[in-house]
């Protein structure tokens, strides 16, 4: 799928009260799903009288809590034994509990193959994807000659360990490795198998495997729904509401009852009882899971309130094909907003008059088809060297642990650089990160920002930034400014891409600060300006400072209230958020918790970033 770009197109916010910008709007829905398939060629033949029988076995590692919700196969039993399974093994969110050591879980296995060292796996294995997550995967290939059998008892093959990302990213050509003839060289607490002969080892390393991900299509389809209401019920006392939109498909069992599961959250529209609310675009799936287009869902309609209360207005209960032909009607009925707590009182008739303007179905790429097409995500980093971070504070620069070290325990931004880097380096092609400093200064010389290196991995970063912190002539300064570096990062990438114009590159800044900002207002100038390019920035909080000011730069969840507490500063709020911050004391210090908390809006503002320029994939 070729990379090709339209016509620019310029981000614009919401122009008035009666228009939500095209697109905005919070889907509550993470994962997206991936088909996995697996073929082997010049597999060893382990059997005397025949070729080898090969059955494939895929785990999984989660880099994360265990508390966390996982993907992964249900089972039954304890142990992975020969059995065949159908042509569709689907790996289902279910609480995730390690079945071995080390984190590692059987995601699926494929039926065996008979007398063949060339084996096409028929077997479609359903991946939940998560970008801002490292899921590795171990693929092993055994011979079954004790059919019914644990795993172990039968003759190993070979493996391979790959990251999810990686085989994503390899697109249709799919990702190729030899195969490893050493069982012993297999991850930590995988099943152990006897060492094969070596003749068998040597015949393996002409052993190959080639493994292929495809996105789920059904997340493709898109609805694009503009809905105007008249007659809104005012909930506030300036006679108006702050009224936005919640999308919830309606699921019903005999044993629970009615349960809403909301999918969707538009933008507020502040102050008004006659919103309009333009192509608020969801994923058809989660209006639709059985892609029937006739699952009930309920359309409601809340009053925004700034102390966190909102006010519910009512509703309407409809369908996915229902609404589609609400909006193709040339009639466009009011449909009345019902409250169910007013039904019956004297006088009440509805809380609104709800109109369909439109509601069609439309197919476009997903994130993960650009980064099967060859997108690439890069990082840089930028870390604060100021007075506050002195060796006598536990847990920030003075105590930095060596590169490789277990002693002394490595300080916070050590873990946020291992965290957050471990995910975001497997989407860069050549894995390099510049790495900037902040609010120092080097032989009585200030420096508010300035590039130390460029970095190769994670394990580089942790290797510059001991050095830099080593250096005898760095003096730990001030003061906190961001401008400097959001200027410094942004030329960078400038650069960046004036040096490569053919490839789709987008890039995320890693800040990691211990205080507050000091420049507020240079800081949202130069945030407006790069909110503009492939840019999203990253900001964590070590230690207990006050980090009121990043909070005002990130506009989680509430982009009324972001919009409104940036407009008094220069260039007023960017034209999108780009911003997402993240205390270490949030997460409990845990990095790959702060991985998932920072990262998982990325997709989004990827995507909200290509969509806005007219960026466009040759489906």
């Given amino acids: 799928m070729p990379i090709s770009s339209l016509s620019a197109m310029q981000i614009s916010p919401t122009a008035s009260a009666s228009s939500a910008a095209a697109g905005a709007g919070v889907p509550l829905s993470l994962g997206s799903k991936v088909h996995i398939k697996v073929s082997c060629t010049n597999l060893p033949d382990r059997d005397p009288t025949s070729k080898s029988d090969p059955q494939l076995f895929i785990y999984m590692q989660h880099v994360a809590k265990q508390s966390h919700v996982r993907p992964m196969m249900q089972r039954t039993g304890s142990t992975a034994s020969i059995s065949s399974v159908s042509s569709a093994v689907d790996i289902r969110m279910t609480g995730f509990t390690p079945e071995v050591a080390g984190g590692w879980s059987l995601l699926g296995q494929s039926r065996m193959i008979r007398d063949d060292l060339n084996p096409i796996f028929p077997e479609d294995f359903v991946v939940e994807f998560f970008f801002e997550e490292v899921q590795n995967l171990v693929f092993v290939i055994v011979d079954v000659d004790h059919p019914g059998h644990p795993m172990t008892h039968q003759d190993y093959l070979g493996h391979t360990v790959v990251s999810l990302a990686t085989v994503v990213s390899s697109g249709t050509k799919g990702h190729a490795a030899q195969l490893s003839g050493d069982p012993n060289l297999l991850p930590r607490g995988l099943p152990k198998f006897d060492r094969p002969p070596a003749a068998t080892r040597r015949q393996a390393q002409k052993s190959r495997i ?134 019956g009182r004297m006088f009440y008739k509805h809380s609104g008059l709800l109109t369909v ?98 970095a190769v991995g994670v394990d580089g970063i942790l290797k510059l930034y001991y050095e830099i912190l080593m250096n005898p002539a760095l003096q730990l300064y001030g003061p906190t400014d961001f401008a400097p570096v959001l200027r410094e990062a942004t030329e960078n990438l400038k650069k960046h891409l004036q040096a490569e114009p053919n490839q789709l590159v987008y890039h995320i800044l890693l800040i990691l600060t211990d205080g507050q900002i000091t420049d507020m207002e240079a800081t949202t100038h130069a945030l407006a300006a790069a909110a503009n390019l492939p840019l999203s920035i990253i900001v964590v909080g070590v230690g207990s400072a006050n980090f009121g000011d990043m909070r005002t730069l990130d506009g989680d969840g509430d982009e009324t209230g972001w919009r409104r507490r940036l407009a008094p500063y220069p260039g007023g709020p960017p034209v999108r958020d780009i911003v997402q911050f993240v205390s270490m004391a949030e997460v409990g210090g845990d990095p790959f918790a702060l991985a998932r908390e920072t990262l998982r809006e990325v997709p989004e503002q990827f995507m909200q970033y290509v969509q806005a320029k007219g960026i466009k994939l040759a489906m």
């Avoid at 060596?402 to 894995?431: C, H, M, T």
């Avoid at 990160?433 to 920002?449: H, L, R, S, T, W």
């Fill in 210 to 343: 080639a493994i292929t991900a495809t996105t789920q299509d059904d997340m493709r389809r898109k609805a694009f729904l503009s809905i105007s209401v008249q007659k809104l019920e005012a909930k506030d006392a300036n006679g108006k509401s702050d009224p936005y939109i919640v999308l919830s498909r309606i699921e019903r069992d005999q044993y629970n009852g009615e349960r809403l599961v909301s999918v969707y959250k538009s933008p507020v529209i502040r102050k008004t009882t006659r919103p309009i609310w333009q192509r608020l675009k969801v994923p058809a799936k989660h209006l639709s899971l059985s892609n029937s287009g006739n699952e009930p869902i309920r359309l409601s309609i809340w009053d925004w309130d700034s102390n966190g209360k909102d006010d519910y207005i009512g509703s309407i209960d409809t369908t996915l094909n229902q609404l589609v032909a609400a909006g193709s009607s040339k009639q466009r009925p009011a449909l009345p907003l019902i409250n169910q707590k007013k039904v």
């Fill in 357 to 454: 303007d439109a509601c069609t179905l439309e197919d476009e790429p997903t994130f993960l088809d650009f980064i099967a097409a060859g997108a690439n995500i890069s990082l840089s980093v930028a870390i604060d060297l100021t007075a506050s971070n002195n060796p006598q504070r536990k847990s920030q620069l003075g105590l930095a642990a060596p590169p490789q070290s277990n002693y002394p325990p490595l300080n916070e931004y050590q873990r946020a650089l291992i965290g957050i880097g471990q995910v975001v380096q497997e989407y860069d092609n050549d894995k390099t990160v510049p790495v900037f400093g902040f609010g120092f200064a080097m032989n009585n010389i200030k420096y508010p920002c300035s590039f130390f290196g460029n």
